[in-house]
């Protein structure tokens, strides 16, 4: 008679029970890395060109949702056990948040000069 037979279940491992409290911690709130760092990496393009003035706005939108992201995360944090807290996942997303916002901060100030040199010269 095999284990499933008799009805045992397996205990799920640590790696996964920590997986899950990650998850549940971050389910409250949405965090599209990719669709950001794309919209990102089209904005710091975007601020070497002449159409960087026009971009304040969005650029400003996007950096208030990475920083809402990351202060979620930051009041979830002390809720979290020691281990979720360790884990590569969690602190991956953390630092993954706040490279982006610090480059999306970048992005803004050049979008901003931008505009204001542009009205200087319109």
């Known amino acids: 008679m095999s284990s499933q037979e008799r009805g045992r279940v397996r205990a799920p491992t640590r790696d996964r029970v920590i997986g ?7 389910e409250g709130v949405a965090i599209p890395m990719r669709e ?10 975007l601020s070497r060109t002449p159409r960087a003035a026009c971009q304040v706005d969005a650029v400003a939108s996007l950096l208030g949702q ?9 009041r979830v944090a002390p809720h979290l056990s020691s281990a979720a807290v360790g884990d590569s996942r969690f ?4 630092r993954s948040l706040m490279q982006l916002e610090r ?7 050049l979008c901003k000069a931008a505009a204001k040199s542009a009205k200087a010269y319109g």
């Open 103 to 109: 480059q999306l901060e970048t992005t803004h100030r």
């Open 66 to 74: 990475v920083a809402d992201a990351r202060r979620h995360i930051e």
């Open 20 to 26: 899950w409290e990650v998850a549940d911690a971050l």
């Open 91 to 94: 602190r991956d997303k953390v």
């Open 36 to 45: 950001w760092r794309s919209q990102s990496i089209k904005f710091q393009m």
